[in-house]
Each structure stands twice: as C-alpha cells, then as structure tokens.
C-alpha cells in the first residue's frame, strides 16, 4: 500500500514538475519587442484624422500570434498583421485617431498575443476649427 501511494505521489510531483518546464519553454518560445511604445501627435486640427504606426520584432523562437486588438474608446481604429509574424521578421499595429473632439486627448492600445499583452499609447491636442494653433 506504502509503495503504490509513493508510485502515485512520485508520478504527480514529475507531472507539475513537466508541466512547469512545458509551460516555461512556451513563454520563452514566443515573444516580441515594439520600437516605441507611445506616440505624440502634438497640436492637430479638428477634423483631420492622423495615424501613427508601431512596428514590432518578433524576437522569440516560435511566430507571434496577434488574437485581439483592442482601444480605450470608438475615436481610435486599429490596423494590425493579421498573419502570424515568424521569428526575426517584423509586423505592425497602426492606430488612427479621428480627431472630431477639440482639446487634449490619451489614449490606450491593447495587443493580445501569444507572446502576452502590450498596451500602446497616443496621445495630441486637437484644436478646434475656428481657433488657431498654439505655439510650441
């Protein structure tokens, strides 16, 4: 009875133990880096929509999988690589602000991949029609 309770115990502990390095060697496996994480717009007109991009590097082992592109709010549309990005090439999440708001304005991107989540960032001053550009 002793020994088929060890036999059990000991095929547990090896299987966490497999499973840890499994769940390690996948995390490792896929990741990526951005260029920039965040992106000034400075002082734009109302009305006129701007887009940013920001690249990225696949810098892991397996391709990178972008499952979701999500923004903070309606005014901001994103564009992203929706094929897989193998291991030393790059891909892009471009992101476009409509800009039909005056005042200042920050907003987030979230990109969920397989290498985890990064969120992104733009931010600007729209400022309205009839009013002229502050100097900077």
């Not at 979701?68 to 476009?96: H, L, M, N, R």
């Amino acid at each position: 009875m002793k020994k088929a309770y060890l036999f059990t115990l000991m095929i547990a502990v090896l299987g966490m133990f497999h499973s840890v390095q499994a769940q390690q060697a996948n995390a490792q496996a896929s990741s990526m880096k951005f260029e920039k994480a965040k992106h000034d717009f400075g002082t734009i007109p109302q009305g006129t929509p701007v887009t940013t991009e920001f690249s990225f590097k696949n810098t892991g082992k397996t391709p990178v999988v972008i499952s979701e592109v999500k923004t903070s709010c309606g005014c901001t549309t994103p564009f992203y690589t929706k094929d897989p990005v193998p291991p030393g090439q790059s891909g892009v999440i471009k992101a476009s602000y409509n800009a039909a708001k005056s005042g200042d304005f920050n907003k987030s991107i979230t990109v969920k991949t397989n290498a985890g989540d990064t969120v992104l960032f733009i931010k600007g001053s729209v400022v309205a029609k009839d009013q002229p550009a502050p100097n900077k």
